[in-house]
Nanobody, 123 residues
Framework: QVQLVESGGGLVQAGGSLRLSCAAS????????IGWFRQAPGKEREFVAS????????YYADSVKGRFTISRDNAKSTVYLQMNSLKPEDTAVYYC????????????????WGQGTQVTVSS
């Protein structure tokens, strides 16, 4: 089992940047696929990015490709989401999730979830 805690959210102007962190407990962090999802009010939770266990492969939603970068430091049991050129439509609660699958872009692929961190982008 793994516990996840997100941090780094906040209020930023359009065009700005934020870096989210997802800190995990447990000794088997490197065994998990990690994904970032987001959920805006009144909308379904949507995939943002994911990174495979060793960090060798990353995947992005089209809406964030070229602006967001996911990375992981297995020694620190932490995954990061660097978000640049933020837009008002990026406003949402951002969640990190861990799963045993090799790859997944749907919530059902993930077994453990953090509590979320709010990101608000003002225009």
């Amino acid at each position: 089992q793994v516990q996840l805690v997100e941090s780094g959210g906040g209020l930023v102007q359009a065009g700005g940047s934020l870096r989210l962190s997802c800190a995990a407990s447990g000794r088997t962090f490197s065994s998990y696929l990690i994904g970032w999802f987001r959920q805006a009010p009144g909308k379904e939770r949507e995939f943002v990015a994911s990174i495979t266990r060793g960090g060798g492969s990353t995947y992005y939603a089209d809406s964030v490709k070229g602006r967001f970068t996911i990375s992981r430091d297995n020694a620190k049991s932490t995954v990061y989401l660097q978000m640049n050129s933020l837009k008002p439509e990026d406003t949402a609660v951002y969640y990190c999730a861990a799963g045993v699958a090799y790859f997944g872009s749907t919530p059902r692929s993930y077994d453990y979830w953090g509590q979320g961190t709010q990101v608000t982008v003002s225009s």
